[in-house]
């Protein structure tokens, strides 16, 4: 039997009336900040345009400092006060300190138990306390030590060699990024897999396109996140090929953990890990281990990204004007150093005070 139209569009209006009138008295109800008008299901959606920051202080100018926004089923509160987003971090630190269960926290984070995806509470506390003692804490870098003197010699080799002719231009960027990596693998689990001087090249392969990959998928957002009716169909395969790079990830992981596991000669971060699983084997999975080597990647990339910025050298004003044609090179190089950011000076002053 055949619904007559009418009545299907008269029930489709009601129920956009009674979305409306629901999600208007549950938005009395709990108090939120104002927000600009909004549309069923998507939300505030809508009114994400990009640069997003350019989005957000337009918004701030018509509804004040802190505005909400229901990005489809996420509620998202946006503070654009300094003063307010002091608060957030000093008096209410507790209150906002957990995150959004996101797709990426299920497969990336081991289904939220990692420090970056678990939950606030006492598990949380215990991987943070573990990574402040164990992995980052004084005397564990300062064992480190000599292989940051070793890659930045190699570093240096290398730069010596290219430029040893005469001036040379030198494209940097790798060879930081390739400087941090290895820093951070060697003290992870005594390898190096990038730049020269391979042990294993096909597993430095392996683990540059996972590391390439994992850095392009956590950094893509998933519409099933905000829409979870997507989740039903995988929209654009997003979480199929998350699952695929984690169980590459999980698999050249376990190796490592497996091969330190044999030989427990070497004084790396896994053969430390392995120690305490020893002692504490409920604890210290190898999922914790695990999660925990993503996490100190992250922080490396994190760092190499977030903790410098360049300073030209010289103060004379440099002509960025443009003409016509293809490449203008110009009457003199463009000379920039690497300096730390001035945030970061401030951490340290205020650690040594």
């Known amino acids: 039997m055949e619904i007559p139209l009418p009545y299907v569009s008269l029930s489709a ?63 998202v509160v946006v503070v654009s006060s300094p003063s307010a987003a002091e608060e957030c971090f000093t008096k209410n630190d507790v209150v906002l300190a957990n995150r959004p269960r996101f797709t990426i926290g299920k497969y ?32 564990r870098l300062n064992a480190f030590l000599s292989i940051r003197k ?16 005469g001036f040379a231009r030198v494209e940097l960027k790798s060879k930081l990024v390739d400087l941090t990596f ?40 998933n519409p099933a996140d905000f829409l979870p009716i997507l989740r039903w169909i995988d929209y654009k395969g997003f979480e199929k090929n998350l ?4 169980e590459r990830f999980d698999k050249l992981l376990q190796g490592l ?21 020893e002692s504490q084997p409920e604890y210290y999975t190898d999922e914790i281990i695990k999660g925990i080597i993503i996490r100190v990647m992250g922080l ?23 003409g016509n044609g293809g490449t203008m090179p110009k009457a003199e190089p463009l000379e920039a150093m690497c300096k730390a950011r001035d945030v970061i000076k401030k951490v340290f002053s205020a650690k040594d005070a």
């Open 150 to 165: 070793d890659e930045v010699r190699h570093l240096l080799r290398r730069l010596y060699q290219q430029s040893s002719t």
């Open 300 to 322: 490396a990339l994190g760092s190499l990204i977030q903790c410098f910025e360049w300073e030209r050298v010289g103060k004379d004003l440099v002509n960025m004007s443009e």
């Open 13 to 75: 209006f009601s129920l956009l009336i009674a979305f409306i009138f629901l999600s208007q008295i549950t938005r009395r109800r709990r108090n939120l900040p104002p927000s600009p008008p909004s549309l069923p299901v998507i939300g505030h959606l809508h009114h994400l345009k990009k640069p997003l920051h350019r989005t957000f202080h337009k918004l701030s100018q018509t509804l004040g400092p802190i505005i909400s926004l229901q990005l489809g089923s996420q509620l």
């Open 243 to 246: 699952a695929k790079i984690h």
């Open 182 to 221: 290895n820093n951070v693998v060697r003290m992870i689990a005594g390898k190096r897999y990038y730049g020269e001087d391979l042990e294993n090249s096909a597993e430095a392969e392996e683990f540059r396109v996972l590391m390439r990959e994992t850095v392009m998928s956590a950094g893509a957002s």
């Open 108 to 139: 990336f984070g081991y289904d939220y138990t990692t420090v970056i995806a678990s939950p606030y509470g006492d598990h949380w506390r215990n991987l943070r306390r573990l990574m402040s003692l164990e992995i980052f804490s004084t005397s």
């Open 257 to 277: 953990i497996d091969e330190h596991r044999r030989d427990k000669s070497r004084n790396t971060m896994i053969d430390h890990l392995l120690s305490l699983q």
